[in-house]
């Protein structure tokens, strides 16, 4: 940890960044990450727990939409499995 506050990590080879620059987070948004990343701001488990978080508002949002779907919704989707 002492070597990462002094020497910084590299974000192109952190998961965590990968999916929150990719997949969660606006370009300024994981910018000010990646930069402090960079510098040693911060840490792998501190990007780590904020990877953590937006998954879980993700993962919230969806089940309340899940919730508002209707059967015969799903009947007429795509993502129907075929016995």
Known sequence: MEEHRKVGGKPEE???IFYLKNL???DKESNKIIEKYRKGELLSGEVKKILADEIIKFLEEFQKRL???EMKQLDN???KNKV
Do not use: G, H, R
């Open 77 to 79: 989707s795509i993502l």
């Open 24 to 26: 969660f987070l606006e």
């Open 14 to 16: 952190d998961v965590s």
């Open 67 to 69: 919730k508002n779907v």
